[in-house]
């Protein structure tokens, strides 16, 4: 590149000004989704506790009145292409590898049945916490050594 013509004269010049520009963008981008999530998540914990302050040292109920087992026995063809389509693999692929991700996929399709389109439940899944994650479901029911129902921790 030449004092006189800021036109690169290689590419060799103009990919680090690209790049610089590039990275200015995702910057931006990050900022602006860290942003919106935070919004959104605003948004839901003020829905699970009827304002914006959860009390010190309480989590969120779950927002989801079923265990996840639930959730996933009744997934039918439309939420698994649904599922695939936005999380990039099938939910049987993912279970066993990555249990939060799982869980959003599941939180994805509740949020789908309470109506919302699937790029908003996209959106209000990924918002969420890996706290929040665990916690948005009921807990799994497990029968105890002697038959009785009792409530287990709420993995996805």
Same mark, same amino acid.
């Given at each position: 590149? $030449? $004092? =006189?013509?800021?036109?690169? @004269?290689?590419? =060799?010049?103009?990919?680090?000004?690209?790049?610089?520009?590039?990275?200015?963008?995702?910057? @931006?981008? #990050?900022?602006?989704?860290?942003?919106?999530?935070?919004? /959104?998540?605003? /948004?839901?914990?003020?829905?699970?506790?009827?304002? *914006?302050? %959860? &009390?010190?040292?309480?989590?969120? *109920? &779950?927002?989801?009145?079923? +265990? +996840?087992?639930? %959730?996933?026995?009744?997934?039918?063809?439309? =939420?698994?292409? *649904? %599922?695939?389509? /936005?999380?990039?693999?099938? %939910?049987? @692929?993912?279970?066993?590898? @990555? !249990?939060?991700?799982?869980?959003?996929?599941?939180?994805?399709?509740?949020?789908?049945? #309470?109506?919302?389109?699937?790029?908003?439940?996209?959106?209000?899944?990924? *918002?969420?916490?890996?706290? #929040? !994650?665990?916690?948005?479901?009921? &807990?799994?029911?497990?029968? =105890?050594?002697?038959?009785?129902?009792?409530?287990?921790?709420?993995? +996805?």
């Amino acid at each position: 590149m $030449t $004092t =006189d013509n800021p036109t690169p @004269d290689t590419l =060799d010049h103009l990919t680090p000004e690209v790049r610089a520009l590039v990275e200015q963008a995702l910057a @931006d981008q #990050q900022a602006a989704n860290a942003a919106h999530a935070a919004q /959104h998540l605003a /948004h839901l914990e003020a829905d699970a506790f009827g304002s *914006a302050e %959860i &009390p010190e040292g309480r989590h969120a *109920a &779950p927002v989801c009145p079923m +265990p +996840p087992s639930e %959730i996933l026995m009744s997934l039918n063809g439309f =939420d698994e292409i *649904a %599922i695939a389509s /936005h999380y990039g693999q099938k %939910i049987g @692929d993912m279970r066993e590898a @990555d !249990v939060i991700t799982t869980g959003r996929a599941l939180a994805f399709v509740w949020f789908r049945r #309470q109506g919302q389109r699937d790029k908003e439940a996209h959106e209000s899944s990924m *918002a969420l916490t890996m706290r #929040q !994650v665990v916690e948005f479901f009921a &807990p799994e029911v497990k029968p =105890d050594a002697e038959g009785n129902a009792e409530s287990a921790s709420p993995t +996805p």
